[in-house]
T-cell receptor, first 115, second 114 residues
């Protein structure tokens, strides 16, 4: 149990375009999901907390207009990187929280490359 | 942002040896979690600890939640090549029902020589 999927696993896009990444909890409902960014050989950096039915909470320094988050259902959160630039290239990972144990389970990540 | 002190940063050991790594913090946590991350993959939960003093095993892995609630260790016994990866500790300071933000250690990179 507690499986989280992400789609796509890899995406390459041109500078200036927008990219949407999906995060799904496959066998449980998640009122709260999290989006992280990870640079090579570094730890995970929390970008934002996604709450079902309400606005996301962004960490300091993360531009909410650039990284749009939508948590429209109890099993799906999306992260849209708008007007992507090469510096947005990174590994983006989502997690979903199991309500009963407060434990986060992570998706497999999405490698974004902006040319 | 705030991070835990995780040690060692890297380990290079022989297959069959035992491994020990730890995390310490100046803050108290209600939950300690240990994850393993393979290259190009998301972290996979290994062990979750919910009570101070708790000692939990998962196969060859054993982890403990420190009595002071400011530290945790992870032991791997009889290491095998597939144990290779980066191990992260994470502390969760909020109570059940809150946003449950995790604070991560910087990771311990484990290499196992056959």
């Amino acid at each position: 149990g507690a499986v989280v999927s992400q789609h796509p696993s890899r995406v390459i896009c041109k500078s200036g375009t927008s990219v949407k990444i999906e995060c799904r909890s496959l066998d449980f409902q998640a009122t709260t999901m999290f989006w992280y960014r990870q640079f090579p050989k570094k730890s995970l950096m929390l970008m934002a907390t996604s709450n079902e039915g309400s606005k996301a909470t962004y960490e300091q320094g993360v531009e909410k207009d650039k990284f749009l988050i939508n948590h429209a259902s109890l099993t799906l959160s999306t992260l849209t990187v708008t007007s992507a630039h090469p510096e947005d290239s990174s590994f983006y990972i989502c997690s979903a929280r199991v309500w009963t144990t407060d434990t986060q389970y992570f998706g497999p990540g999405t490698r974004l490359t902006v040319l | 942002g705030q991070q835990l002190n995780q040690n060692p940063q890297s380990m290079f050991i022989q297959e069959g040896e035992d491994v020990s790594m730890n995390c310490t913090s100046s803050s108290i946590f209600n939950t300690w979690l240990w994850y393993k991350q393979d290259p190009g993959e998301g972290p996979v939960l290994l062990i979750a600890l919910y009570k101070a003093g708790e000692l939990t095993s998962n196969g060859r892995l054993t982890a403990q939640f420190g009595i002071t609630r400011k530290d945790s260790f992870l032991n791997i016994s009889a290491s095998i090549p597939s144990d290779v990866g980066i191990y992260f500790c994470a502390g969760q300071g909020r109570k059940l029902g809150s946003q449950g933000n995790l604070i991560f250690g910087k990771g311990t990179k484990l290499s196992v020589k056959p």
